[in-house]
């Protein structure tokens, strides 16, 4: 996977948390493979 794919990829993943007005910990709990601190790490970095 290329850096651009990766952030694409992150980019759909966030607009999707940000849609689902769940908090971090929810929304990762249903989403198997992701961790908070992975989200985190891509919310602050976007």
Known sequence: MTKAEREALWET???EYKMSGQS????CAA?????PRQLWYWLRKF
């Open 31 to 35: 989403h198997e493979g992701i961790s």
């Open 13 to 15: 993943r966030i607009a």
């Open 24 to 27: 971090v910990r929810e929304w």
